[in-house]
């Protein structure tokens, strides 16, 4: 096993959270995606065998399950669909994949205690607001003064958790979850991407008109990625904390203070 540097026991739990949740690194080096996450990963769990810890987190995302079929309004831990192989595109969805699968291995092979939190969509201070987030990108054009334009068709469902509630559930998982039980980690109050838009108008006003660049199809499906969060109230007592208009003034409160 390489060595580290650290004594055995010293570090009791770890988390693993190092993963670039990066559409354009996905899109433009797949494999580079691929193998930080294996890779990572594969190092952390090696890590954490050797420091001698209990328990390891690992912050998986709902891209494991693929896409979300449109009857499914909300997805839980026990749907068995998973991300298109023949897609360079899934680079991180079946890393994360491999990443489950690892921890499951370290498990049974050294016995610890890995943890897995499947993370949907989040809204908070930190939240990058230039880059693939919708809501981020809906909140920097708010706080400009610029009226908030759609580049698609503005009928995707999202939901978004805040950051607050975001670390309480992964604390939770950690130190409650059972081993090897994923656990969706997110909201189930779904809007569409249009209705986040005016949620974001209406949360900092003053409110303005939403423009959509086009229309969507008639009667065609509607994208989703919205998470069952069933397994996390039931067995851990877990609900979100804020509600989705107070997330977004929180969010934007935090990114004028650091303007």
């Known amino acids: 096993m390489r060595s580290f540097g650290f004594p055995a026991g010293e570090f009791t739990h770890v988390i693993h ?5 990066s559409a ?17 990963t594969r190092r952390t769990l090696d890590f954490a065998v050797e420091a001698g810890a209990g328990k390891f987190l690992l912050t998986s995302s709902g891209a494991v399950y693929g ?44 016995g610890i205690q890995t943890k897995i939190a499947r993370c949907f969509a989040f809204v908070g201070p930190h ?20 009226p908030l334009r759609i580049q698609g068709d503005g009928t995707p469902y999202r939901s978004y958790l805040y950051a607050a509630d975001l670390t309480v559930w992964l604390w939770t998982i950690l130190f409650r979850g059972p ?28 409110a303005q008109p939403v423009a959509v660049s086009r229309a969507a199809p008639e009667g065609g499906p509607r994208q989703r990625y919205v998470p069952s969060t ?13 509600l ?10 935090w990114h004028e203070e650091e303007m």
């Open 17 to 21: 959270a190092a993963t670039a949740a």
């Open 24 to 40: 354009t690194l996905n899109e433009q080096s797949p494999l580079v995606m691929l193998d930080t996450i294996i890779e990572g």
């Open 67 to 110: 896409p979300q079929p449109p009857d499914l309004t909300h997805i839980p831990e026990t749907y068995q669909g998973g991300p298109d192989t023949m897609s360079p595109g899934s680079a991180y969805g079946e890393g994360k994949r491999v990443a489950e699968l690892l921890c499951a291995i370290y498990h049974r092979q050294h």
């Open 127 to 146: 939240l990058p607001l230039d880059k693939h987030f919708a809501i981020g990108n809906f909140i920097r054009d708010r706080l400009r003064g610029e």
């Open 179 to 206: 081993a090897c039980t994923p656990f969706n980690v997110g909201s189930e109050d779904a809007h569409t991407i249009r209705e986040i838009a005016e949620a974001v108008t209406a949360a900092l006003g003053p």
């Open 230 to 242: 069933e397994a996390a109230r039931a067995l851990l007592g877990l609900r979100p904390g804020v």
């Open 244 to 253: 989705l208009p107070d997330a977004i003034r929180k969010t934007a409160a």
